[in-house]
């Protein structure tokens, strides 16, 4: 997706708190030195953390190459506005609607060697349960699936589904990868999704 799509008040409000905040937070990366994502593009891999964390890592992910899946609604056009001006590239759809071409896209992109970033629990939940639709990616694409956390020293917790997580101005951040998932270890998309799962608890 090329076209840039325009801020309403809401996205603008997010991008302008987020670009706020997010220059005075202080992170650290730590976990697996198999890949740093600030430095290793173009390996072909996915990226997943929970929905609660998408506006510390999107705001961390800025301009590193990854493409993310964003839900083709108008909370999905809104998530996509901001994307865009943090410089990530977007592949619109999800596994409950346009389902069978997100997979497409996303198994074209990951087998040319595009990283991209994708939610297991989003768009509408339930919070941090995993859906298959990464284990089909996953496995189709032969992409091993790095687990992501953002993990403040201080937060607010919305009051919403995800308990969507806004970390405190001025606050560490510790920036977790984990150890891959790999496809070729878990033939059974049930079994991957499972270790997923057991990846991505904190």
């Known amino acids: 997706m090329n076209k840039k799509l325009p801020l309403d008040t809401i996205s603008a409000a997010i991008f302008l708190l987020g670009s706020l ?105 339930p919070a941090e349960v995993v859906k298959p639709g990464i284990a089909q990616i996953a496995l189709l694409a032969n992409a091993p699936v790095y687990p992501v956390s953002a993990l403040p020293r201080a937060a607010w917790r919305l009051n919403s589904w995800d308990r969507f997580m806004v970390p405190y101005p001025f606050t560490s951040i510790n920036l977790r990868i984990g150890e891959p998932v790999l496809p070729d270890r878990y033939p059974s998309a049930v079994d991957f999704t499972a270790e997923l799962q057991r990846a991505l608890v904190q």
């Not at 997010?22 to 890949?35: D, E, M, Y």
């Not at 999800?94 to 990283?115: A, D, M, T, W």
């Open 21 to 125: 905040l997010g220059k005075t937070w202080r992170f650290q990366v730590t976990g697996t030195k198999l890949i740093n994502p600030f430095i290793d593009r173009n390996k072909g891999v996915i990226y997943c953390f929970w929905h609660s964390h998408i506006l510390p890592m999107s705001y961390l992910f800025r301009g590193i190459g990854v493409k993310a899946v964003v839900s083709d609604s108008s909370d999905g056009d809104r998530a996509t506005a901001v994307a865009q001006r943090w410089n990530h590239g977007v592949i619109r759809g999800s596994s409950s609607f346009h389902g069978i071409s997100v997979i497409r896209q996303c198994v074209r992109e990951l087998r040319k060697g595009q990283n991209i970033v994708l939610i297991p629990d989003g768009p509408r939940g």
